[in-house]
């Protein structure tokens, strides 16, 4: 996590916990174009499905968020979905979105800018 800004290693520990907190497969978080952050984990609801950040966009969304600059994506996985990415593609700032993508520990394997 060395390489991370520390507002980046700020997304890195709230997305971490709030993964641990609930015991999800996902947790990411985000921070808008005005420097606020979001943390949000994946939901799994016999009614309801959402990835990590499909949740923690939509909470951004509802929070009047008008784009997000950087994600972090805590998983098993260790990948971006595609589904996920085409979420912040349409929610990125001018810029666009930077993207950390890792384990559930924390440890950061991808960075990508969409």
Request: proline letters at 2%; a negative charge; glycine letters at 14%.
């Amino acid at each position: 996590m060395s390489d991370l800004t520390t507002e980046d290693k700020k997304l890195v520990t709230l997305a971490r916990a709030t993964r641990v907190r609930i015991g999800a497969a996902e947790g990411a978080a985000v921070r808008d174009t005005d420097g606020r952050t979001y943390a949000a984990a994946s939901v799994a609801l016999p009614s309801l499905g959402l990835t990590a950040v499909q949740a923690v966009v939509a909470m951004a969304v509802a929070s009047g968020s008008s784009g997000v600059d950087a994600c972090v994506v805590l998983g098993d996985s260790g990948t971006l979905a595609d589904g996920d990415a085409a979420v912040l593609g349409e929610f990125g700032g001018a810029d666009g979105v930077l993207v950390h993508v890792g384990d559930p520990r924390g440890s950061i394997a991808v960075q990508r800018r969409i």
